[in-house]
């Protein structure tokens, strides 16, 4: 008996496919990740390259290759995350009782991310603002364009919270990214940290912007004058089930 797979799409792979999902039929409820996918690249030869470098998540999280999947369960293919260089909800004004991570479609506010993680214990607090450059490498962008697996992106921010403060004791971290379109010098992205200590601070903060390149699903496409392209991972093979760093 024939066997019915859906597997969502995302940023540049659903624009590949011209739709956001794609189902299959199997001979079977279950299987890996890798015969999955490699059953996917056989039927869709000419997506097989970006299919391959894609990975899976499963009831919103990263499944290994050779991890076993039901045909019953979420199932995701997650194009290389956008890498950054730097439901919804309105952040224009919020306060330290609001949830700290957050993906919204209304522009962000620095300073509301910022009280969310300012307490009496910590006295140095960073805050890393993601805004959008005119120009990448002598091409004029003319705005971005976000998209976002946003219930396994919410986990995956509220995640890298919980890394930080195992890590600093002590530390409190908020996050806010937009999706959507976000015009030229349009904050994208607002990362606020405190710690009891500054270099705690500083150290924290850089984990913070680089866990976020490389585990959230949240894509970015540059659209040009003449074109757009989705831009995903630029710091090497992206594997988000790597540990942390």
């Not at 969502?8 to 956001?20: I, K, P, Y």
């Not at 919020?94 to 919204?104: D, W």
């Not at 009280?115 to 910590?122: K, M, Q």
Request: glycine share 6%.
């Amino acid at each position: 008996m024939s066997v019915n797979w859906k597997v969502r799409l995302f940023a540049g792979l659903s624009e590949r496919f011209g739709q956001d999902s794609i189902t299959i039929s199997l001979e079977k409820e279950t299987a890996t990740v890798l015969e999955l996918k490699q059953e996917l690249m056989s039927r869709y030869p000419v997506h097989a390259a970006l299919l391959a470098i894609s990975f899976m998540a499963c009831n919103q999280a990263y499944a290994v290759e050779e991890q076993t999947i039901q045909a019953d369960d979420e199932l995701a293919l997650l194009p290389p995350v956008s890498g950054g260089e730097e439901s919804s909800t309105s952040i224009a004004s919020v306060s330290i009782e609001q949830p700290r991570y957050l993906i919204t479609a209304e522009p962000l506010s620095v300073e509301a991310v910022t009280a969310l993680v300012i307490v009496p214990n910590n006295g140095a607090t960073l805050t890393f603002t993601g805004t959008t450059r005119e120009w990448t490498q002598g091409a004029r962008t003319v705005r971005l364009e976000y998209e976002a697996y946003i219930p396994m992106a919410m986990k995956t921010l509220e995640q890298i919270g919980a890394e930080i403060e195992e890590r600093w004791p002590g530390a409190r971290c908020a996050i806010a990214h937009r999706i959507g379109l976000v015009d030229i010098a349009e904050i994208s992205v607002v990362i606020a940290v405190s710690t009891p200590h500054r270099d705690d601070c500083y150290e924290a903060s850089r984990y913070a912007i680089e866990r976020l390149k490389q585990i959230v699903p949240i894509w970015k496409k540059e659209i040009w004058e003449d074109g757009s392209e989705w831009k995903g991972h630029q710091q090497g093979p992206w594997n988000p089930t790597e540990p942390q760093l």
